[in-house]
């Protein structure tokens, strides 16, 4: 973890769930500061305050943005930019399970990914005059495994694997480390509704099925 001591980071989907799990750790092992990106509507604000009680002022921001909005995308990444002179580290986490609500998932899920991952490599990259840095974008076990009963998530998954693998190639140009994280089904709200937002063809049964086989994880 020595790498991440005096870094600073932006983290999409970072008021709660494992957005808000990253942006602890960060902080536990020496980041200098940490910004997050997520909806007005989302305690963003709360999950700051609190981690600079817990870490110290001017440890944590939030930034009021939806990810799916190119142009609230661009003036957040700028103005955290500013606010934290430079950026180290980008974790593209934010993230929906809604299958009902296909073209929204698309645009959260795989668009603002992209559109985040970009806006790091012009901000980090060394091809534009940046000292490097690393995008963690975040996919899922299911973007490596079929999952019928969520066919629009599953592909939104298996999406960010191969745009972040092509990603990967550019690096002697770049300087712009691109990983990867394929987390297992955890207990935040990404799943909480999935029966009410599966395709109608999908058989309650199934879900139920599927869900048992997952691998978790805490």
């Known amino acids: 973890m020595n790498n991440i001591k005096n870094k600073t980071a932006l983290i999409t989907g970072g008021a709660s769930g494992l957005g808000f799990d990253y942006a602890q750790k960060l902080l536990q092992n020496g980041a200098k500061a940490v910004a997050i990106l997520d909806l007005a509507s989302s305690p963003g604000q709360t999950t700051a305050a609190n981690l600079e009680k817990e870490f110290g002022k001017g440890k944590a921001i939030f930034c009021p943005c939806d990810v799916s909005n190119v142009q ?6 700028k103005k955290v930019w500013n606010a ?7 974790i593209n986490n934010a993230g929906i399970c809604n299958d009902t609500k296909w073209q929204q998932t ?3 899920n795989v668009t603002g990914l992209i559109q985040g991952s970009l806006l790091a490599m012009e901000l980090m990259g060394k091809h534009k005059g940046g000292k490097g840095g690393t995008i963690v974008n ?6 490596f495994q079929l999952f019928p009963i969520i066919p629009v998530y599953c592909s939104s998954k298996w999406d960010v694997m191969a745009f972040s693998r092509c990603l990967q190639t ?9 990983l990867v994280m394929c987390p297992g089904v955890t207990t935040t709200n990404l799943l909480t509704e999935l029966e009410n ?3 109608n063809f999908v058989k309650p049964e199934d879900v139920q099925q ?3 086989s997952l691998p978790t994880q805490p």
């Open 72 to 77: 609230q995308l661009t003036e957040a990444f």
């Open 84 to 90: 934290l002179n430079g950026l180290d580290i980008v």
């Open 106 to 108: 698309v645009n959260i």
């Open 138 to 143: 975040i996919s899922s076990i299911v973007g």
């Open 170 to 178: 550019h690096y002697d140009n770049t300087g712009v480390r691109v």
């Open 197 to 199: 937002t599966v395709f």
């Open 210 to 212: 599927t869900l048992r």
